[in-house]
């Protein structure tokens, strides 16, 4: 036996048991792959989640223009319109002083700019030159609708990792740490009520 060999029997001759033994083998795989694989399972579960608040929002600003362009509406101040969205949302989202709602007259279809939406975050007051419009109209008129709620992450640690793998967060601006501005749009014609 050269003395190399018995250098290494010397040193490593007594692990020899522990390198056949294969027990545990399954846990320090699972330990390693474990978070990997719970960070894309809850990551997929964020994201289906952010797409039906996006969803939400669009039903809600639906029912706005439903109840704008049959004259339900009129005559009704912001917090009435806003009340119509929140109870059409409130199964998924909780209208706690983060949605901003806009109503704009419009001269026509083609002549238009809507420009940044106006979002506030919960227990955030806007001044009242930064609150957004709010018109009430009339039979016939063009009319744009517009709601931004700012909402948060379900689990916030995997704020990359849900956005990266799913892309669902490059058209979800980020307003504060940990707070995403849901936008959703409408124009209409009112009917002649």
Sequence with gaps: MSFRHKRYSALFGSCRPFANNKRGTAVIEFAILAPLFFAILFSGFEAGMMYLKI???????????????????????????????CDSVHT???????????????????????????????????KDEDKPAYANTAGGDIVYIRVCVNTSLLVPGLKNMTFYLTNVGLQLPESAPGKYELTSSTVIRNEPF
């Design 55 to 85: 969803g939400m929002v669009d039903h809600g600003v639906s029912e706005i223009s439903r109840q704008i362009y049959t004259g339900k509406a009129k005559g009704k101040s912001a917090e009435d319109v806003m009340d119509i969205f």
């Design 92 to 126: 998924v989202i909780k209208c706690d002083g983060n949605v901003t709602l806009e109503i704009r007259k419009l001269s026509g279809y083609s002549s238009f700019d809507p420009g940044a939406a106006t979002c506030v975050n919960t227990g955030e007051d806007l």
